[in-house]
């Protein structure tokens, strides 16, 4: 089974969720806002080994001084899950798909448990949670599952009594009674699916960058922090490669309307504010600069054009749970086409291996691909509202001579294919086309990233 993390609107509806509550912005610890129910979740980086366990634990230690009540949720140390992924993938070259989540899940299950000592090193009650203890119930697409409901009543009696709960992240139990888990970087869903049913006051992101930028921080010194940005937004960018926020996370977010915050594990500040269209008093054209590294296309080329094709080369494709995100058809002059789609570059052989008999049956000319392009986007609600968003983009690939591949556009977003030699060069002058950066990167205190 293969995850499609572009896809959006895959998010299940939470049975048992609570009626969403009027969001507390500007809620930030140490602030002395009144008592709130606060869901923390703290990723890889932040846990990244005992001492950072043990700040981690300070941390949380701080919110529950401050009278506050926590959900926490972890991820696993960080590079744990890839290394589990990678012994798995040794055992076999498609590694069963129960198995694997049964093996992926266990990163979680060590952060757990160390974080609930850390609290009870402090002088805290903790307890460790994993899915199937709590449980959280997911469908059964193993390693993209979707969270259908989750109980509270043990979580929130153990909060009731003073215990802090420390949810393992990103996985779930099926109806089946396996393991599941919710597809990489899943964590941030966990901690949002929780934050709605409990009608939390807040979902804080704990991470190791101060906040979401105008663009990755770690490709482009002086991006901007942004203050608040749109749900809408957020989950264009998240869909689009931003890792910042897994794209489910903020579906559930939007859909739930769960105040969602991105900030540091380790620097003071408010971070980011995930919040609602309306709330936000001017609307740039655009917001932020995405990126997807790990894309591949495949094209298909001489095949007849007459109606029908596109389904025999994209059916199987499809139906073999492989996500397909851009699709381009070229009509040429003597009745045949060119049919070119992208794919996750995780994919590819797949995808080919999957084609080979189709073109065959097609008597097309021949089936071919690339495995090393990149996808790089614009996205901001203003554009939808402003022609010339794509011309200024054009321009501003064309001034360094990069060359576009394959184009789309929506609403409030434009993405374009290139070769992966040129992704950074293209961010960071699609990042300064739109006049997105601070005026001098020497004038930020400090790197936004732990
Ligand atoms: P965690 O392990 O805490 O879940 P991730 O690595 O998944 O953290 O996400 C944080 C990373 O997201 C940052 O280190 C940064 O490199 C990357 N990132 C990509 N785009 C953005 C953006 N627009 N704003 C902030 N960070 C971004
Ligand atoms: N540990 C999982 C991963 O590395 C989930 C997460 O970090 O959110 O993808
Ligand atoms: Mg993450």
Do not use: W
């Amino acid at each position: 089974m293969v995850c499609a993390e572009q896809a959006v609107g895959l998010v299940a509806p939470l049975s048992g969720v609570a009626e969403p509550t009027s969001h507390q912005v500007g809620l930030v610890l140490g602030r002395g806002a009144d008592m709130a129910l606060i869901v923390q979740k703290y990723g890889g980086t932040s846990v990244g080994d005992v001492e950072r366990i043990q700040r981690v634990a300070r941390r949380v230690a701080t919110s529950l001084e401050s009278g506050h009540q926590v959900i926490v949720v972890v991820s696993a140390i960080g590079g744990e899950t890839d290394r589990l992924d990678a012994l798995g993938r040794q055992m076999a070259v498609h590694p069963d798909a129960q198995e694997m989540d049964a093996l992926l899940a266990a990163g979680e299950q060590i952060s757990s448990a160390l974080l609930a000592m850390g609290l009870m090193a402090l002088g805290h009650r903790a307890r460790s949670y994993l899915a199937h203890q709590i449980p959280m119930h997911t469908d059964a697409q193993h390693q993209c599952a979707r969270i259908e409901k989750i109980e509270t009543a043990p979580l929130m009696a153990s909060v009731a009594a003073g215990v802090t709960p420390v949810v393992a992240g990103f996985q779930g139990l099926s109806e089946a009674g396996r393991i599941t888990t919710l597809g990489r970087g899943g964590s941030d869903t966990t901690a949002v699916a929780l934050a709605a049913t409990v009608a939390a006051d807040e979902c804080q992101i704990c991470t190791d960058v101060d906040g979401v930028y105008t663009a990755d921080p770690r490709i482009v010194r002086n991006a901007r922090r942004l203050a608040r940005i749109t749900f809408e937004e957020m989950l264009e960018l998240a869909s689009l490669g931003s890792k910042v926020l897994h794209p489910r996370s903020v579906e559930f977010a939007g859909k739930y309307n769960v105040p969602l915050r991105v900030l540091s594990t380790f620097k003071p500040g408010e971070g980011t504010l995930i919040t609602m269209e309306n709330e936000l008093m001017e609307e740039p054209i655009v917001s932020g600069v995405a990126y997807a590294r790990n894309e591949a296309k495949i094209t298909m080329s001489g095949v007849p054009d007459v109606p029908g094709v596109a389904s025999k080369i994209i059916g199987p494709v499809g139906r073999a749970q492989i996500e397909v995100d851009m699709i381009v058809q070229n009509t040429a002059a003597d009745g045949l086409a060119d049919f070119t789609f992208t794919v996750g570059r995780k994919d590819y052989d797949a995808t080919l291996e999957l084609l080979k008999p189709v073109c065959d049956s097609l008597s097309a000319r021949a089936l071919s691909g690339d495995n090393r392009i990149a996808k790089v986007s614009v996205v901001g609600v203003g554009m939808r509202s402003h022609a010339g968003v794509a011309a200024r983009l054009f321009d501003a690939m064309a001034a360094e001579n990069i060359n576009i591949q394959m184009i789309s556009t929506s609403e409030i977003k434009v993405s374009v294919v290139v070769d992966e030699r040129y992704l950074e060069l293209a961010v960071r002058s699609l990042h300064s086309a739109f006049g997105l950066g601070e005026p001098s990167a020497g004038e930020r205190e400090g790197s936004p990233l732990a």
